[in-house]
């Protein structure tokens, strides 16, 4: 039996990529998708799906989160600006209703590796920044992949409440990059993260389906548990 999807922001571009990816993956099918000018509560009472895979606005995760598991619905957020205190309200929610959920601030295996390996020379080397570039359409600055590397990277450090510095570029020409610099005497630690296409995603995104098909109640953050279990 195939699980049912909901896929909300679907005429975005990340929205337009998971149409074509899941159309490759039977076990998933597309009940609805949302775009902005749909209601997500009455869609979502019409079609019944079993998850809601969420690539909206920034900002949106939250309330979007919040209405899917209101409706029975297993969230799955990609769409950025989920702060930890969205995703605590969101678990409370979560487990009230029995449900599991996934926020998930980048789907690609190399960033989840290049955050493994940061918390990694965090250890050795403490002195950190971070630098991402992005391409000039993308509203949220910061990125969300940058304020959860420099979240990981603070509790690393025991300074949950410092802030790591971040550096953000937006400019015509760039897709997706980040780079995490560690600064020692006499050198430079760098390591740097470039996106070239949305197919970057598409693993992440089937693990983290997949994993939301058999996880515990409650949300979790990353893709980690997802990719380690596939
Ligand atoms: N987690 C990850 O790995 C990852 C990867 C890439 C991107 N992202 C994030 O995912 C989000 C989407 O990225 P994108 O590049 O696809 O952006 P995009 O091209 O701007 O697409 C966003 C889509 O969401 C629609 N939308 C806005 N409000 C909505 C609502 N209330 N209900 C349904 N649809 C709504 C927009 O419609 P209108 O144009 O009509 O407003 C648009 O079609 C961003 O937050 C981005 O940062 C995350």
């Known amino acids: 039996m195939s699980t049912g999807v909901a896929l909300i922001g679907s005429e975005g571009r990340m929205?337009?990529?998971?149409?074509?990816?899941?159309?490759?993956?039977?076990?998933?099918?597309?009940?609805?998708?949302?775009?902005?000018?749909?209601?997500?509560?009455?869609?979502?009472?019409?079609?019944?799906?079993?998850?809601?895979?969420d690539f909206t606005r920034a900002g949106l995760g939250r309330d979007h989160g919040a209405i899917l598991l209101r409706a029975g619905v297993r969230p799955l957020i990609g769409t950025s600006g989920m702060r930890p205190e969205d995703d605590q309200f969101l678990h409370e929610l979560a487990l009230e209703r029995e449900l599991a959920g996934l926020v998930v601030p980048n789907f690609s295996?190399?960033?989840?590796?290049?955050?493994?390996?940061?918390?990694?020379?965090?250890?050795?080397?403490?002195?950190?920044?971070?630098q991402e570039e992005h391409h000039i359409d993308k509203i949220d600055s910061p990125s969300g992949t940058a304020l959860d590397?420099?979240?990981?990277?603070g509790e690393a450090l025991g300074r949950p409440g410092e802030e790591v510095p971040i550096h953000s570029v937006r400019l015509p020409g760039l897709h997706s990059n980040q780079t995490v610099l560690f600064g020692g005497p006499g050198q430079i630690l760098r390591l740097t993260h470039e996106t070239y296409g949305l197919e970057a995603f598409g693993p992440g995104i089937l693990a983290g389906l997949h994993f939301l098909a058999q996880a515990p109640p409650g949300i979790q953050r990353g893709i980690g548990h997802a990719l380690e279990n596939r």
């Open 109 to 130: 295996l190399g960033i989840w590796l290049q955050q493994k390996l940061a918390l990694l020379a965090v250890q050795h080397l403490e002195q950190v920044e971070i």
């Open 15 to 53: 929205g337009r990529y998971c149409d074509q990816l899941l159309a490759r993956h039977p076990e998933f099918q597309i009940v609805c998708r949302v775009t902005s000018d749909q209601d997500l509560v009455s869609e979502l009472e019409r079609t019944r799906p079993d998850v809601g895979l």
């Open 149 to 153: 590397t420099a979240l990981q990277l």
